[in-house]
């Protein structure tokens, strides 16, 4: 049986019009699995945002009593001792031993650079009284060449120690520069970290030409630790209990 030329142009017709539908249902069908798996991967992205920040809030709160001690010499045997010492004589603190909940050296042993101290306060109270005196006798313990900084949750400490850097760029042209409540404030106009972040181009100096009189000022400002230090600052894995 011949075919003519005509049901063959509707049959080829018809064979192209149902490829078109059938590649039309394949790709609305991509498109939905693309979406589906663009909306679970939200969901997810937002399911590990909030464990991400309550993992951050527990570290908050586990740290919140917490100070850490740099430059303070003496082998683990004489940490607690030195350590009330220090408090009691230089910063003229009244406290004991049973004001605190642990008192450990964290890090590797280095002869050159003596092991930094976590001390854990039974209180805040005691802990804003401490750092009110580190304030107050910053002079003498620049002397001692001894550093006491709040120990921070490690997010938090890597924001402070961006912001610091922010704070450093910016004092090579403006040395009243400061940070306030977690801002850098320039000329009396606070900067959040999120808009220096999206704005890296805000600050146009040369962070080699700050001089190391404004990098100690920035130190002091935001409670960094001295970069001879800096290896050992988050890393607490080693605890060695009360010594």
Do not use: W
Request: glycine share 4%; with cysteine.
């Amino acid at each position: 049986m011949s075919v003519s030329n005509e049901d063959l142009y509707k049959l080829i017709i018809e064979g192209n019009n149902s490829l078109k539908q059938d590649f039309k249902d394949l790709k609305s069908g991509i498109h939905k699995e693309i979406n589906n798996l663009k909306s679970k991967n939200e969901e997810l992205e937002n399911e590990n945002r909030k464990l991400k920040n309550k993992l951050l809030e527990v570290e908050r709160r586990q740290k919140k009593y917490n100070i850490i001690v740099y430059g303070l010499d003496g082998n683990e045997e004489e940490t607690e001792n030195k350590i009330i010492d220090l408090f009691n004589e230089t910063l003229q603190t009244q406290c004991k031993t049973a004001d605190f909940r642990d008192i450990f050296r964290i890090g590797k042993v280095n002869k050159d650079i003596p092991r930094s101290i976590v001390v854990e306060t039974q209180n805040y109270k005691l802990k804003k009284e401490i750092l009110k005196n580190v304030h107050l006798k910053s002079k003498l313990l620049k002397e001692k060449k001894i550093f006491i900084t709040p120990e921070y949750a490690t997010d938090d400490y890597l924001d402070r120690k961006l912001l610091g850097s922010f704070l450093r760029t910016a004092k090579t042209n403006k040395p009243d520069a400061k940070i306030r409540n977690n801002k850098l404030v320039i000329d009396e106009e606070e900067y959040t970290l999120e808009y220096l972040k999206r704005n890296p181009d805000f600050l146009k100096v040369d962070e080699a030409c700050a001089s190391s009189k404004n990098l100690q000022s920035v130190e002091k400002e935001i409670g960094q630790s001295p970069s001879k230090y800096e290896k050992e600052i988050p890393k607490r894995s080693t605890r060695f209990g009360k010594k």
